[in-house]
C-alpha cells in the first residue's frame, strides 16, 4: 500500500542561510522531483520552494526508506551530511503530511499568516508536477484536496482580508528606519511578483522606483510603466546603488549579485549617505557581509520575520476558525484515504466470489445439455445476481469502517475469506477511487443476457 509523506524545512525551523541553500527554482523543482522518483520508493513526488520553505510531498511505499534516499537528496544539494540536515527537517506521513500542505495553502504557516500569494505558489507546484507526470491519483487527491482547503479559508474567514505581505512589511519597516519615503530614491532589483508587491507598497507611501533587471526586462517596464518608474539593466546596478536611499531586493538568483567588495566601492562615493537594503529574496541577493560596511544597514527575511511577528495581531481572531475548516478538510480526506485502503481487499473479495462462480459453473457444465440459450443465461446471471446481492452489505460496511477499527477488519476479512496472497488491485488514475468498486446496487443485479456458459460448451 502506498503511504504520504512530507519532507521540508522552513522559517519555523530553520534560518536563511539553510533555506537558501536548499531553495529550488522551478526547474530545479522539477528536476528534484525526478531525482526522487529515481529512488526505489518513491511513487509521486512534487516540490514546492518559496522564500520561507522547501517542502516535498511524496508517495512512497516503504516511508523509513523513502525519509532516507530523499533526506540524502536534499543533503547533497545543501553540500551538508544528512544528519545535520535531519535536525531542521520535520516529516510528517499520511494525514498529518496532509494536514501540513493544508496549513501551507491556506496561509496558517505563513510568516505573515494568511498571505495570498501561497496558495498560487502551490497551484503552480501542482499543475508543474501534473504537466511533467510526476503525480497519481493519491498526490492528485492529496494536492486538489489543499486547494479546495485554502480557498474555503479565505473565502470563509477574515484571515486574509487586511493586505499585509513581505513586501509590505519591508516597505513599512523601510519607513521606520528612515521615516518619510516621499521622494526618496528606492531601486527594486527583480521584476517577479514580490517586486511588483514592493512597488505598489512604496507607491502608496510616495516613493519614487527604478527597477533593475535583465531577464525580465519587458515585465520590468511594464511595471515602470504603472507606478511612475523606469528600468535599468543589471549593468547600471552600481550605479544606482550609488544613488539609492533604499535598496529592496527580490530575485530568483542562486547567487547573491550585491557583493561586499562591490559595494564598498560605491559606498566611498557616497559622501557618507545612509544606505537602506532589504533583502527579501531566498537565496539571499546581498552578501551579509554588506551590513558590516559603514553606512549601510542590511536586513533579510529571518530580521523581517521580527517585525512580522510584531504585526499579526488583527489576524489572529480568524485562525481558530481557519484551523477548523482545516481539520473538517483533513476529516474529509482522512475518510477517502481509509476507503483508498479498503480498495484492495474489497476489489479482491468480489473477485474472488466471482472465481467462485465461474468453477462452480464449469463443474456443472455437463449438466446444461437441454438448456437454451436463454436459460443458460439466467443460470450465469443467477449466479451473480447472488454473488452481489451476498457481497453488497459487506462492501458496504467495508467502505464505512472507521480509522481504528478499519485495519483488524480489513485483516479478518482477508483471512476469513483466503485472500492474503491476492495482488492489491491497481489505483485508479484519477478520480474517487471508489469509482473502481464492483457494483452492488440492487439495480445492477438484474438478469442480463450472458453467454460464458453457451461458449465454454461451444469450446467443449
Excluded at 481487499?345 to 456443472?364: F, K, M, P
Aim: proline share 4%; aromatic share 2%; charged share 25%.
Amino acid at each position: 500500500m502506498s503511504e504520504l509523506l512530507a519532507l521540508g524545512i522552513s522559517h519555523k525551523t530553520a534560518g536563511v542561510e539553510l533555506r537558501e541553500r536548499l531553495a529550488l527554482s522551478e526547474a530545479m523543482a522539477v528536476e528534484f522531483a525526478a531525482q526522487a522518483l529515481g529512488t526505489p520508493e518513491v511513487r509521486e513526488a512534487i516540490a514546492i520552494s518559496t522564500c520561507n520553505r522547501t517542502e516535498v510531498y511524496l508517495v512512497v511505499g516503504d516511508p523509513v526508506r523513502a525519509e532516507a534516499d530523499v533526506l540524502g537528496l536534499l543533503a547533497g544539494r545543501a553540500g551538508i551530511r544528512p544528519t545535520t540536515l535531519a535536525e531542521a527537517i520535520y516529516s510528517p506521513r499520511n494525514c498529518d503530511a496532509a494536514r501540513q500542505l493544508f496549513r501551507v495553502t491556506a496561509g496558517l504557516e505563513s510568516m505573515i499568516v494568511g498571505e495570498a500569494e501561497i496558495q498560487g505558489q502551490v497551484k503552480r507546484a501542482y499543475e508543474t508536477a501534473l504537466r511533467e507526470g510526476h503525480t497519481g491519483a493519491l498526490g492528485n487527491r492529496l494536492f486538489s484536496a489543499a486547494l479546495t482547503t485554502g480557498k474555503r479559508v479565505r473565502t470563509e474567514t477574515g484571515i486574509g482580508s487586511s493586505r499585509v505581505s513581505v513586501p509590505s512589511v519591508a516597505v513599512d519597516l523601510a519607513a521606520g528606519v528612515l521615516g518619510s519615503l516621499e521622494n526618496r530614491h528606492v531601486t527594486i532589483l527583480g521584476a517577479g511578483e514580490t517586486s511588483e508587491l514592493t512597488a505598489r507598497a512604496l507607491a502608496d507611501q510616495g516613493a519614487g522606483t527604478i527597477f533593475v533587471a535583465n531577464r525580465h526586462a519587458d515585465r520590468a517596464l511594464g511595471l515602470a510603466q504603472r507606478f511612475g518608474g523606469s528600468v535599468v539593466g543589471l549593468d547600471g546596478l552600481p550605479e544606482q546603488l550609488a544613488l539609492a536611499d533604499i535598496v529592496v531586493c527580490s530575485t530568483a538568483s542562486p547567487h547573491a549579485i550585491v557583493g561586499a567588495d562591490e559595494l564598498e566601492l560605491v559606498v566611498s562615493r557616497r559622501e557618507g549617505r545612509p544606505l537602506l537594503l532589504i533583502d527579501i529574496a531566498v537565496p539571499r541577493d546581498v552578501d551579509p557581509r554588506c551590513g558590516e560596511l559603514p553606512g549601510v544597514t542590511l536586513y533579510d527575511m529571518d530580521d523581517l520575520q521580527e517585525v512580522v511577528e510584531r504585526n499579526l495581531s488583527t489576524r489572529s481572531a480568524e485562525v481558530p476558525r481557519a484551523q477548523e475548516i482545516v481539520e473538517e478538510e483533513i476529516h474529509r480526506f482522512a475518510r477517502w484515504l481509509g476507503q483508498l485502503d479498503t480498495l484492495p481487499t474489497v476489489s479482491a473479495l468480489h473477485e474472488h466470489a466471482g472465481a467462485l462462480v465461474e468453477q462452480i459453473l464449469a463443474e456443472n457444465e455437463g449438466r446444461w445439455e437441454s438448456a437454451s440459450k436463454r436459460d443458460l443465461a439466467r443460470v450465469d446471471a443467477i449466479a451473480r445476481a447472488v454473488t452481489k446481492r451476498l457481497l453488497h452489505e459487506p462492501t458496504i460496511r467495508l467502505r464505512s469502517l472507521s480509522e481504528e477499527r478499519g485495519h483488524a477488519s480489513l485483516e479478518l476479512v482477508r483471512e476469513l475469506f483466503g485472500l492474503r496472497d491476492t495482488a492489491p488491485a491497481e489505483e485508479p488514475a484519477r478520480g474517487d477511487p471508489l469509482d473502481a468498486l464492483p457494483a452492488t446496487d440492487a439495480a445492477e443485479t438484474g438478469l442480463a443476457e450472458v453467454r460464458s456458459l453457451d461458449a465454454r460448451r461451444r469450446r467443449g
